[in-house]
């Protein structure tokens, strides 16, 4: 009796358990799931599902070009080589918002002229939102690229191109032996470029070419070995550019024309409003007249197209000139470390308004080049310099050198082991040089001024000559030996 009076119990007890859950099972409406073709169509599609194959034999343009003219939006490409004869193009109006993934698993072969992806929306606006059209928003807004591979296959062959869209992203995108790896021409807004790897190719890493363009950022990338540039301007009206905490370098060729890690050719067009912040960036392969950053306006008779900009905290090595302003207007350079430049540090050449300070030019005894890392301001006016450390600059006549040049203000600079002299103002007016640390030793002139005009020399502290002509004033400044 006992143990049926304990089992009892629980038997009644699991009964009304299970009489509960059928009921309750009973009372929930059916849910019905789609149908397979549905489910692929809206929502798992990948461009297998077209009839692209991703062997790296068949040729998937096709395949790939009806998955994007279907207007599914998301082309998903799952693990796979996919060769392409001519562009995937992608008009936005017509097809509706697009996107381009492929887990970083997909490569795209890209065996024709122009890019693998071109990007076409209507967008004539500007970046205010009240320019921008309906069908913009409705059709066009953000197109994006993540996770895959373009290896160009063809001496025209590009990564990504884009023809005014707004909001473009791209990120995770890797290009490598194409001509240029992301191309933006004629007008685009709002554009995002990060973390992606643009990598050996014949031509520019990013080109901004021919373009009018407000608003893009590039951060996060490793830009190297584009043989024609790393990030290219050209003949483009930008306004808001900002370039931070990216690698950049070796983008030069041997063979190539002159160019750039970060190249602004402004010879027509304008650039400004912008920044280069927190990136390394170096290399050269020996290219001749090759830089690290190089501004070119569009003439001295009208200096002030490039202009407007930050170059701030960068490491800047291995190159003929590390940074190079021609015809700028409003440039600050501060916080940056630069070092080993076969010919210039700095050379700043009619230009304007420009802030240098609080720099490092140094030479690092662990770095055995032969450079001469020279620091040299032509033609400019207007110009601050201050809290500058400059170190051992070789076969050139000073460290800081300045000529043809007006109303320059030099302070708080520390100069040492230069070899011939520490300062030399040539046919220099209305300047002054203060509160400066020179000490170069006997032989070698502390500070020189030839030709020029009311120039003020005050409260240094030099070793070596202070070699002055006629209307140099000399104050407070102490000789050490």
Wanted: aromatic share 4%; glycine share 10%.
């Amino acid at each position: 009796m006992k143990l049926k009076t304990l089992f009892l119990p629980g038997v009644i007890a699991l009964v009304l358990t299970g009489l509960f859950l059928n009921h309750h099972e009973a009372s929930q409406p059916s849910v019905k799931l789609p149908p397979k073709t549905k489910m692929i169509k809206y929502r798992e599609a990948t461009v297998s599902d077209f009839g692209a194959v991703g062997d790296g034999k068949t040729d998937d343009t096709a395949a790939i070009q009806k998955m994007v003219d279907t207007s599914v939006g998301s082309l998903r490409f799952p693990r796979g080589q996919y060769r392409l004869t001519k562009p995937i193009v992608i008009d936005l109006t017509k097809v509706g918002p697009t996107s381009i993934s492929g887990d970083g698993t997909a490569t795209i072969l890209m065996e024709g002229a122009g890019p693998a992806f071109r990007f076409i929306g209507t967008h004539n606006g500007t970046a205010s939102p009240k320019t921008v059209q309906p069908v913009v928003w409705e059709k066009e807004r953000t197109p994006m690229v993540d996770g895959i591979e373009i290896v160009g296959k063809h001496p025209e062959a590009i990564g990504i191109e884009a023809i005014k869209t707004m909001q473009i992203t791209i990120t995770r995108l890797v290009v490598r032996k194409a001509l240029h790896g992301i191309h933006l021409t004629e007008r685009n807004r709002n554009v995002a470029i990060d973390d992606c790897h643009i990598y050996e190719n014949e031509g520019v890493g990013i080109y901004l070419d021919k373009l009018n363009l407000h608003q893009v950022n590039i951060s996060d990338s490793h830009i190297s070995y584009n043989k024609q540039g790393g990030i290219v301007v050209r003949e483009s009206e930008i306004r808001n550019i900002q370039i931070g905490n990216c690698d950049i370098e070796g983008n030069m060729g041997e063979e190539t024309e002159p160019t750039a890690n970060v190249l602004f050719d402004i010879s027509t067009g304008s650039l400004r409003e912008g920044a280069i912040f927190g990136c390394t960036i170096q290399h050269t392969n020996n290219a001749p007249n090759s830089a690290n950053v190089r501004f070119i306006g569009n003439g001295p008779e009208d200096p002030r197209k490039v202009g407007n900009f930050a170059i701030a905290d960068n490491s800047m090595s291995d190159v003929a000139v590390n940074i190079h302003l021609q015809h700028s207007r409003g440039i600050t350079i501060t916080g940056n470390t630069l070092w080993q430049a076969y010919e210039h540090n700095l050379l700043v050449e009619d230009s304007s308004h420009i802030v240098l300070g609080s720099n490092l030019l140094d030479r690092n005894p662990d770095y055995r080049a032969k450079t001469k890392d020279a620091n040299v301001f032509k033609d400019c006016s207007d110009c601050t310099i201050n809290a500058l450390n400059i170190l051992a600059t070789r076969g050139v006549p000073a460290g800081l050198i300045l000529e043809n040049c007006a109303r320059m203000n030099i302070t708080n600079c520390s100069i040492r082991q230069c070899q011939n002299g520490g300062i030399l103002l040539q046919n220099v007016k209305q300047s002054r040089i203060s509160d400066c640390l020179i000490t170069e030793g006997e032989k070698n002139f502390a500070i020189r001024v030839t030709g020029g005009q009311q120039i003020q020399i005050t409260d240094n502290l030099v070793s070596g000559d202070i070699d002055v002509g006629p209307g140099t004033e000399v104050s407070n400044t102490m000789t050490v030996y």
